[in-house]
């Protein structure tokens, strides 16, 4: 009897000191939210990328090699 009430006095010790932790955040230092990246739309078809992953031609922006080549158009030099 002695050890089953030692284990709950153990239990509610440990669910006090959760309890008062939840409110407080765990990380100190201020998270960085990611910079907007511009979008483009295809000329083809007209879904939105990243400017970063679209192919370039002489007539737009493309989602594809295919698009572009599609749209006949020619890379840019």
Known sequence: MKYLFILLLVLIVIWAVKRT????????????????????????????LPHAEAVSGQKGAYCSTEHRNAAQDSNPS
């Open 21 to 48: 932790r939840v409110g407080k955040p765990t990380q100190s230092s201020p998270t960085e939210k990611p910079s907007p990246t511009e979008m483009v739309a295809c000329s083809h078809c007209g879904i939105h």
